[in-house]
């Protein structure tokens, strides 16, 4: 280090110094950290030659016991360690270990609302404070799509901010599209003050994020384990919204009538191919990652135990594969889309765009257009539907059927316990007249009275026979 003068061993591994670059005189030691190639610097803040020597061996003992006991020698924004964080999960995307859009939202959320947070902040200060605050902070500090997570008025700066911070959202958006902006892109401020809050499953996915550098923090030395935040605040959590059967009748109406009005045959091949995309997904429960990756050499014929007809679906994720099962139907939805497909070697994708290419979007704006016509935009709880609402109006028509919760859990390739978390209030339902038995007004069904006095009968008989053998038994 050319800016190092007076410089003194005062024993391997540690010296002291002046440095040649600052107006002032202060000591600065060095230190070798044990069975490491690193070094640790630190002022001594003091003029005076025997005063730093006795303070270099104070430092030189403190690091040794912060090693020993497993305390962080080096101090580190959070900004600093999420973006080491960010590298690494970068280099697993190169390597196909997780989708190359994981690493662009955790970039977004990174450098976006954490940073905001707690950027600044030496990673080995962050505690249980900051980690349990960030729900409140998150709401307080950000606008979110839907009133029903709830209000709260903001002021007229705010209100700006949130106009301008959307502006640099779509600016990005026109420069990710190659769209060249000739002007600034600016939002005018609502003049409706009230702004909805955060969502909550927002809220959680962001905290994974900050769990996850945390672990990172850990994994190399810069905090203890004791920063470990595996446990997330208690958030609500939303139900999943599906179709009725009577909606998803209405969504095969409208799907129809959707086709037959389109005025030119590149919007009649998209919107084919969409709809039986649909018809495809509400009778499989693929996920939407599954569906991309859907390939015709993935799709066999074969048959049931009894012999009829069925289709055996071989589907991928990002990182679990399985085989599904579904009824001959499918494989007719599948032909359609064949029919009319530019890619139909057992070596391409099921859903293209026109050209033949793998479709990126999975058809999103052509979904919702469609939803729109039908008017099935929204779900009872006001949340705009989704391409994963087809996968839940599988799961609960299977319910609704008597499907096995084991046998569903297998064929959508999930756990029991999401199944009974997630639909839960299907048994409610399909068990209605259990669970309203004996309320005024609610007769019990005649069926069920049959069965009950068969039932009654058949126990009262036993009864008897158990009480005459009782009595004919030898004393």
């Known amino acids: 280090m050319a800016f190092v003068t007076d410089k003194e061993e005062l024993k391997p591994g540690l010296i002291i110094f002046r440095r040649g670059d600052v107006d002032h005189r202060m000591w600065y030691c060095r230190m070798k950290l044990p069975k490491a190639d690193r070094y640790k610097t630190v002022s001594l803040k003091t003029t005076d030659i025997d005063a730093a020597r006795e303070r270099a061996y104070d430092k030189d003992a403190e690091i040794r016991v912060m ?93 700006k901010a949130f106009a301008d911070k959307e502006a640099e959202r779509l600016a990005k958006v026109q420069q990710t599209k190659g769209i060249k902006v000739s002007k600034p892109i600016k939002v005018k401020p609502s003049e409706d003050r009230d702004i909805p809050f955060i969502s909550d499953s927002t809220i959680r996915f962001e905290m994974s994020i900050f769990g996850a550098v945390m672990t990172y923090a850990i994994k190399k030395r810069y905090v203890p384990a004791s920063q470990r935040f595996d446990e997330r605040p208690k958030l609500k959590t939303m139900r999943r919204e599906e179709f009725t059967l009577e909606e998803y009748r209405k969504l095969h109406v409208t799907g129809r009538k959707w086709i037959a009005a389109a005025d030119k045959p590149a919007s009649v091949w998209y919107r084919t191919v969409t709809y039986n995309m649909i018809l495809i997904a509400c009778n499989t429960g693929m996920r939407p990652p ?48 064949r029919a009319i497909s530019r890619a139909t070697k057992p070596e391409d994708r099921v859903f293209t765009n026109i050209t033949g290419k793998p479709t990126k979007s999975l058809y999103n704006s052509l979904i919702g257009d469609l939803l729109t016509e039908a008017n099935l935009r929204e779900g009872a709880q006001g949340v705009p539907r989704s391409t994963y609402c087809f996968r839940h109006t599988y799961a609960t028509l299977r319910l609704q059927e008597g499907v096995d919760v084991y046998f569903l859990a297998e064929q959508m390739g999930t756990s029991v316990k999401m199944i009974e978390d997630h639909y839960g209030h299907v048994n409610t339902i399909k068990h209605a007249d259990r669970v309203l038995q004996g309320m005024a007004g609610w007769e019990v069904p005649p069926s069920d009275l049959i069965d009950a006095k068969a039932k009654a009968s058949k126990a009262a008989k036993s009864r008897d026979k158990s009480a005459k053998g009782k009595r004919d038994k030898p004393r």
Request: charged content about 35%; proline content about 4%.
């Open 67 to 159: 090693i020993k006991h497993d305390v962080p020698v080096f101090n580190r924004p959070f900004r600093e360690v999420a973006r080491e964080y960010l590298l690494t999960q970068e280099a697993r995307a190169l390597r196909g270990e997780i989708s190359a859009e994981r690493p662009k939202k955790l970039r977004a959320v990174i450098e976006g609302t954490l940073d905001k947070y707690v950027g600044s902040t030496q990673v080995h200060l962050i505690g249980d404070d900051l980690w349990g605050d960030y729900p409140a902070w998150r709401r307080v500090n950000g606008a979110g799509r839907n009133k029903r997570n709830g209000v709260r008025e903001v002021s007229e700066d705010m209100a």
């Open 290 to 337: 599954e569906m991309k990756n859907l390939r015709w050499r993935d799709i066999m014929p074969a048959k049931d135990r009894e012999g009829r007809e069925i289709v055996v679906l071989f589907v991928q994720g990002k990182s679990k594969s399985r085989k599904l099962v579904a009824p001959k139907s499918v494989g007719d939805y599948l032909e359609r889309i």
